[in-house]
């Protein structure tokens, strides 16, 4: 009886463990951005306190479609993106910024 419960527990833990070495699948799209289409805008970004602080906004940003390049700094208060017209508004990308818990107080 012991042996079946130590088999079973084997197996149980087993798969448990297996399951969070499992990498995700991720679909890899190429997106065509139009050189005659890029605009870069600075957003006035309230908030930021560090270089984390920073990373979040890239990481926000970087998720939209569109976006060619993308900075961000805590000491100036500000982020630069450069994005394809046609395919993301600027508004997108500020309601992108807020949504990573800072707040956009113009953009330019």
Same mark, same amino acid.
């Given at each position: *009886?012991? $042996? #079946?419960?130590?088999? !079973?527990?084997?197996? !149980? !833990? &087993? %798969? &448990?463990?297996?399951?969070?070495?499992? $990498?995700?699948?991720?679909?890899?799209? #190429? =997106?065509?951005?139009?050189?005659? @289409?890029?605009? =870069?805008? +600075?957003?006035?970004?309230?908030? *930021?306190?560090?270089?984390?602080?920073?990373?979040?906004? *890239?990481?926000?940003? +970087? /998720?939209?479609?569109?976006? =060619?390049?993308? &900075?961000?700094? @805590?000491?100036?208060?500000?982020? #630069?993106? +450069?994005?394809?017209?046609?395919? #993301?508004?600027?508004?997108?990308?500020?309601?992108?910024? &807020?949504?990573?818990?800072?707040?956009?107080? %113009?953009? /330019?």
């Amino acid at each position: *009886m012991q $042996k #079946v419960f130590y088999l !079973l527990a084997f197996i !149980l !833990l &087993s %798969g &448990s463990c297996s399951s969070g070495t499992k $990498k995700s699948e991720t679909t890899s799209e #190429v =997106q065509t951005i139009s050189a005659e @289409h890029l605009t =870069q805008v +600075k957003f006035d970004v309230k908030g *930021m306190t560090c270089e984390g602080c920073e990373n979040a906004i *890239m990481t926000s940003i +970087k /998720k939209l479609e569109g976006i =060619q390049e993308v &900075s961000a700094s @805590h000491t100036a208060g500000e982020s #630069v993106v +450069k994005f394809d017209s046609t395919l #993301v508004r600027p508004e997108l990308i500020s309601e992108a910024i &807020s949504g990573a818990g800072y707040e956009v107080t %113009g953009f /330019k």
